[in-house]
C-alpha cells in the first residue's frame, strides 16, 4: 500500500472520528471498571429534585430511525480532497426488554440501511451507494444495562462482526448512539437546570482520543425529560507506527465540537435526538516518500427518531 492510498484511507476515518468509538476485539465485554460512577454531577438543578431512571417494561420494542451526513475536506501543501457522505438513513428496532438482575437486556438490529441518492447522479455511483449502505443490513447485537443507562454488557451477532462490515463506521454508529440514545444518568436527584458529564477514552487506529458529553436538563414532563447536549473530543500529540503501510503519523492537533438536543422517553429504548458540529485534525505523515503535512476539515449532522408512535 503507497503512502497515498493509505491517507485517503486515514481522510476517510477522519471523517469518522466525531463521532466514533473503541470496538473491542471480543465478540462480547462486560463493561469494565464497573465499581467507578461514569457520571460526574456539576450542578444539581433547582427545586423540586428526584432521580432519573430509565423504567423499560418487560417485553417494550421500540423503533427508530437513524439519519447522519458527513463532508470532510483534506488539504496538503499542492493538493486538497473533498469526500461527501450525501446521507444514509438506519432503519432500528431495539428489544424487546428482558428484565435481568441488575437491569434490562435487549436486542438492537439495524433491519435496513438506505442511502440517499442525490438527483442526478450517475447510475453507477447511485448504485455503489446503495450496495455501500445496504452492507449494514442486519448488523446488531445484545445490549445490557442498569435503570442509569450504565452499559453492563455487551454482545455483537455475528453480521456485526463479519470482515465486510467498516470497523469506524460501525464504532460511529455505536458511540453516537451511547452519546444521543442511551444517556447516561447520574445517581443523585435532579431537578431542571442539572448539568452532569460522562468521560471516556476512544482508540482510533491507535490514537487515544478523550471525549467529554455534557448534558443539562431542560424541561422534565412525567417520564420524558429534554436535554441539551455537547460533546467534545481532544487529541493529545502522539505519533502511531504503521509498520505494514510503512509510514508514521503524528498528531498535532485533533479536536471535535457538537452539539444538539434529545427527547427521551424514560420508558422507551430510543431517543428523539439531533446533533451537528465539526472537527479539525493537523496531521503530519512520514514515509519513504518524504513528509507530508495533512489538515482535514469535517462536518456532520446526525438525527435520531422514535418511529414507533408512528405506526
Known amino acids: 500500500m503507497t503512502k497515498q492510498t493509505f491517507v485517503r484511507g486515514l481522510i476517510l476515518m477522519s471523517a469518522l472520528v466525531v463521532l466514533t468509538s473503541c470496538k473491542k476485539d471480543e465478540s462480547s465485554t462486560t463493561a469494565a471498571g464497573a465499581g467507578?460512577?461514569?457520571?460526574?454531577?456539576?450542578?444539581?438543578?433547582?427545586?423540586?429534585?428526584?432521580?432519573?431512571?430509565?423504567?423499560?417494561?418487560?417485553?417494550?420494542?421500540t423503533k427508530s430511525n437513524m439519519d447522519f451526513t458527513i463532508a470532510t475536506l483534506a488539504t496538503t501543501a499542492d493538493?486538497?480532497?473533498?469526500?461527501?457522505?450525501?446521507?444514509?438513513?438506519?432503519?432500528?428496532?431495539?428489544?424487546?426488554?428482558?428484565?435481568?438482575?441488575?437491569?434490562?437486556?435487549?436486542?438492537?438490529?439495524?433491519?435496513k440501511a438506505e442511502a440517499a441518492i442525490p438527483q442526478g447522479i450517475d447510475p453507477k455511483?447511485?448504485?455503489?451507494?446503495?450496495?455501500?449502505?445496504?452492507?449494514?443490513?442486519?448488523?446488531?447485537?445484545?445490549?445490557?444495562?442498569?435503570?442509569?443507562?450504565?452499559?453492563?454488557?455487551?454482545?455483537?451477532?455475528?453480521?456485526?462482526?463479519?470482515?465486510d462490515i467498516p470497523l469506524r463506521l460501525l464504532m460511529m454508529i455505536v458511540n453516537a448512539r451511547t452519546t444521543l440514545s442511551r444517556v447516561v444518568l447520574p445517581a443523585e436527584p435532579v431537578g431542571l437546570g442539572a448539568?452532569?458529564?460522562?468521560?471516556?477514552?476512544?482508540?482510533?487506529?491507535?490514537?487515544?482520543?478523550?471525549?467529554v458529553d455534557s448534558y443539562t436538563l431542560v424541561e422534565r414532563v412525567g417520564d420524558e425529560i429534554?436535554?441539551?447536549?455537547?460533546?467534545?473530543?481532544?487529541?493529545?500529540?502522539?505519533?502511531?507506527?504503521?509498520?505494514?503501510?510503512?509510514?508514521?503519523?503524528?498528531?498535532?492537533q485533533m479536536v471535535a465540537?457538537?452539539?444538539?438536543?434529545?427527547?427521551?422517553?424514560?420508558?422507551?429504548?430510543?431517543?428523539?435526538a439531533a446533533a451537528a458540529g465539526d472537527a479539525t485534525?493537523?496531521?503530519?505523515?512520514?514515509?519513504?516518500?518524504?513528509?507530508?503535512?495533512?489538515?482535514?476539515?469535517?462536518?456532520f449532522e446526525i438525527r435520531m427518531t422514535n418511529t414507533t408512535a408512528f405506526e
Open 36 to 61: 467507578a460512577d461514569p457520571v460526574l454531577l456539576l450542578e444539581a438543578g433547582a427545586e423540586p429534585q428526584a432521580p432519573l431512571r430509565y423504567k423499560i417494561a418487560q417485553g417494550t420494542t
Open 281 to 299: 485534525d493537523k496531521l503530519t505523515v512520514t514515509g519513504p516518500e518524504g513528509t507530508e503535512k495533512i489538515e482535514v476539515n469535517e462536518a
Open 79 to 111: 493538493a486538497a480532497q473533498l469526500s461527501v457522505v450525501p446521507g444514509v438513513r438506519l432503519h432500528i428496532v431495539s428489544g424487546p426488554a428482558m428484565p435481568t438482575d441488575n437491569g434490562v437486556k435487549f436486542e438492537v438490529n439495524i433491519t
Open 226 to 252: 429534554k436535554l441539551n447536549v455537547t460533546v467534545t473530543q481532544n487529541a493529545l500529540p502522539q505519533t502511531v507506527d504503521f509498520p505494514e503501510e510503512g509510514v508514521s503519523i503524528a498528531v498535532e
Open 257 to 272: 465540537n457538537a452539539g444538539g438536543e434529545i427527547i427521551l422517553n424514560l420508558n422507551a429504548l430510543e431517543s428523539d
Open 125 to 163: 455511483v447511485a448504485e455503489e451507494l446503495r450496495q455501500s449502505a445496504a452492507i449494514l443490513d442486519d448488523v446488531g447485537g445484545i445490549v445490557e444495562m442498569n435503570d442509569r443507562g450504565v452499559m453492563l454488557a455487551t454482545e455483537l451477532n455475528d453480521k456485526a462482526k463479519s470482515p
Open 195 to 211: 448539568r452532569w458529564e460522562s468521560r471516556k477514552e476512544l482508540m482510533l487506529y491507535g490514537f487515544k482520543v478523550q471525549q
